[in-house]
C-alpha cells in the first residue's frame, strides 16, 4: 500500500516540475546532465513536503533530516537515468525515424 501513496504523490510531481522543466531545457539550453538532475531534485521536493507534513511533532522532529535524503537522492538518481534514456534516444537514429542510417552499418 505504501507504493502506491508514493506514486500518487510522485506523477503529479513529476507532471507538474518535471515536463515544464525538461520542455524548458531543450527548447533554450542543450540538455545536460545537470539540468536533468536539477530537474528531479525539483521533483522530489514537494513528495517530501506531502509526506512530512504536519512539520512538528516527534517523528518530525527525528527523521526529517533522513527522510529529506532519501527523497533528494531519489529524485536525483531519477533525475541521472532520465538524462540517459533521453541522451540515448536522441543519438539512436532508428529512434528518430532515421532509417537509412539506422540501417547501415
Known sequence: MLPMAGVI?????ALLFGVPSYLVFRRFLKLKWWHAVFAGFLCSLPAWLAS???FTGPYFERRWLPDLTLYVMAGIV????FWLVARDSRSNPALQGKRDEAARP
Open 78 to 81: 531519477a533525475g541521472a537515468v
Open 9 to 13: 504523490i510522485a506523477y503529479p510531481s
Open 52 to 54: 512530512a507534513y504536519p
